[in-house]
């Protein structure tokens, strides 16, 4: 990635930094146009990054994460979706499915489970929208029902990131009355009895990242895989979707500077009328509007970060940075494709996928327009 | 079992490189200097054998201040510790200087086998695993693509020009290695934090009983009496084709055997 100016807390971050550039270089790099073309889920890749601490940065040293701030992790996010944003966004959506526990287990289901999650071998989903509704999550319909030492669930849940790849889902379901105070978290594994993975959506784009239906057909979870206690579901769905939305964010501005990493390199070598376009005024101002709000984009998904990792309410920011940096990423992916005329147009050159890519940003981890109504409500 | 992987630090082979106008040696402080690429290959190769055999693995290097940074990057994949040698005497040392000062240091470790890159990529000699051996009296078994450890007995898959020959030795032993051996592993984050904690043992050549004679410039039996660019890459054939360009072209690429 071109030379970002980073003020960093600590010298471990700046090695993680450096370690982070070093596989997204050797391994993201060389293999997205590929793995993006065939619609292939890159496994192992995952796995290389789980070996070198990347599925557990935020979370506590004492069950083998790497403890690291927000501010550190989502600057991680970024380099490597500078790269392929799809795999930033697996490293996003993992991180999230590991946060229920992580913050709302037991000590005991931590001890038991965490080390595992967060250990790089494993992958996560988080399973909340349903074909009914994603925004209206409080209304959720999917039910459990206590059967002895387990739950039985039924239901469909939609729009699921790493459905049919994943080790383990997050499953927010109904056991009690309507409304945001009926629902609860079940953490199931993979091999849950009634847990059914369906057909892969056809995507505009993240094609390599497979996203479905799970359907859950009198799932049997055992009781003791309640996260928090019954009806505080919705309470930790939200709380695991602020910090998602800051990942959502680091992505967006990591996919925008590598459009304009890209356009730049060849506004710099076309020549037309004699020069390299880039000396052209109206070309230039393009990218230097770029430069401009992904520098913007980024200080704001930082500040959001800071304030989390202070302890601090930050909500409301991450919902303006996913919001601002989202929006941004679509529009400098579109205008990266202006820059390239006919060449962005064409699957040649990465920024054509780049500007499919950016759409998702702005409807995953709550739609641009429920990001609006947080920041509404808040004033 | 113990084992020592000799590191060397190298100017980056992906950028470029010079030699020096003054004494035609490696031109280091201008160059981004990293750990020689098939040193890599050696230290996970160690790391495997420490994960099936147990024992102890220690980086040894030879090499000015600067290539503490390449100390910690390989103890970053997972080597206990490291032994730096060190000393101002040591700029201008040719091949035999250094495998007098490695033999020394490796005799102060008495390990079972030391493994090493079948060539550095700055002067890509070939010669250190067979010098080594010699002086320490340990067996040479070079240019492995394969190494099977059973108890004391090393088996290797030779890599030659043709195929491969299949070479057996007791240790102790020095086994040089190619980049088929394996597929070295990255850093982890904590193995980079738990880097910083391992202990680099800094030697003098006196520690190692080396006098300041026997290496440098003037120590050395070798030396480069001057040097000059690569030249340029000549302009290559040209077929105009009148009717009979493909017969050319067949002709020249079986001149060339490429056909």
Known sequence: ?379 | MKIVVLVKQVPDSGAERNLRADDNSVDRASANNVINEMDEYAIEEALRLQEAHGGEVTVLTMGPDRATESIRKALSMGPDGAVHVLDDALPGTDYLGTSRVLAAAIGTLSPDLVICGAEATDARGQVMAHMLAERLGFAALTGARKLTVEGAQLTVERQTEEGYEVVTAATPAVVSVWDTINEPRYPSFKGIMAAKKKPVDTKSLADLGVSADQVGWGGSATTVLSHSKRPARSAGVKVTDSGEGGVALVDYLSSEKFV
């Not at chain 1, 071998?121 to 387990?150: I, K």
């Not at chain 1, 594994?189 to 993240?206: C, F, H, I, S, V």
């Not at chain 1, 304030?307 to 529009?331: H, I, N, P, V």
């Open chain 1, 1 to 379: 990635m071109s030379s970002v100016a980073r003020l960093l807390p600590t010298p471990e971050a700046h090695d993680l930094l450096e370690l982070t550039s070093e596989l997204a270089d050797k391994e993201l790099a060389p293999n997205a146009d590929d793995y993006e073309a065939r619609g292939e889920f890159p496994r192992e890749l995952i796995r290389t990054l789980g070996r070198s601490g990347l599925l557990g940065l935020p979370y506590s040293a004492e069950y083998g994460g790497a403890e690291q701030p927000y501010e550190v992790y989502l600057q991680v996010l970024e380099i490597l979706a500078g790269r392929w944003v799809g795999i930033a966004e697996a490293v996003s959506v993992h991180t999230l499915a590991c946060y229920p526990l992580a913050h709302h287990g037991s000590t005991e289901q931590r001890e038991r489970w965490l080390p595992d999650l967060i250990g790089g071998e494993l992958l996560g989903a988080y399973c909340l929208s349903e074909p009914a509704g994603g925004s209206d999550a409080a209304n959720l319909t999917t039910r459990a029902v206590r059967e002895g030492d387990d739950y039985v669930v039924t239901g469909t849940k939609a729009w699921i990131t790493h459905a049919g790849v994943a080790d383990f889902y997050n499953v927010f379901c109904r056991t009690g009355g309507p409304g945001p105070k009926g629902i609860s978290c079940l953490l199931a594994p993979a091999d849950t009895p009634g847990l059914n993975p369906q057909a892969r959506e056809k995507t505009m784009g993240l094609r390599a990242s497979p996203v479905a239906q799970v359907a859950l057909d009198g799932a049997v979870v055992p009781a003791g895989r309640l996260i928090g206690a019954e009806g505080e579901g919705f309470r930790i769905a939200m709380g695991a979707l602020d910090s998602g939305r800051l990942g959502i964010a680091a992505c967006a501005v990591g996919l925008a500077q590598g459009a304009l990493d890209y356009a730049t390199g060849y506004a710099k070598e076309r020549v037309q009328f004699g020069r390299p376009i880039i000396e052209m005024q109206g070309l230039g101002f393009m990218l230097a509007d770029a430069a401009t709000e992904i520098a913007a984009a980024r200080a704001l998904m930082l500040h959001a970060a800071r304030l989390r990792d202070a302890g601090l309410a930050y909500s409301t920011e991450a919902a303006k940075a996913k919001l601002f940096a989202t929006d941004m990423a679509m529009k400098v992916c579109t205008d990266m494709v202006q820059v390239l005329g006919g060449a962005g147009y064409v699957a040649d050159h990465p920024v054509e996928r780049y500007f499919r890519e950016a759409k998702v940003l702005q409807i995953v981890e709550g739609t641009n327009q429920i990001q609006r109504m947080v920041i509404a409500r808040s004033l």
